[in-house]
């Protein structure tokens, strides 16, 4: 079964609704960008993961580390990313509905 977050990621991509990258992501905070929801690897850096944390509650943003940076960067049609941004609401928020419904597939004993 293909994994709804991955390939709804890709999609979003398509659309022109995501930030992609470290610098970026941290350049559309810095300048107030509307982000709806972020999305960093599970192999992200320890201070990098502590800086993207503190940027996100600071401004209520949610945030998902799951995935491996090959893993989302393969979603992006990338070798490898660490960190995401996405700048659509409702697509945000159809992305943490997929992420939420794989991991209860998961914790049910599915995929």
């Known amino acids: 079964m293909q994994n709804k977050f991955l390939a709804f990621l890709g999609l979003v991509k398509k659309t022109g609704n995501v930030v992609e990258g470290y610098n970026k ?3 559309a905070f810095k300048y107030k960008k509307r982000i709806y929801l972020v999305i960093f690897s599970n192999d992200i850096s ?3 993961k502590k ?5 996100c509650d600071k401004n209520n943003i949610p ?16 070798a490898e990313i660490n960190v995401m941004a996405i700048t659509d609401n409702n697509m945000a928020k159809k992305l943490q509905e997929n992420f939420n419904s794989v991991m209860s597939q998961k914790t049910i004993g599915g995929e």
């Open 46 to 48: 320890i201070k990098s």
């Open 63 to 78: 945030y998902i580390q799951y995935y491996s940076k090959e893993e989302l960067g393969t979603a992006l049609g990338r």
């Open 25 to 27: 992501c941290e350049e």
């Open 51 to 55: 800086n993207f944390m503190f940027l």
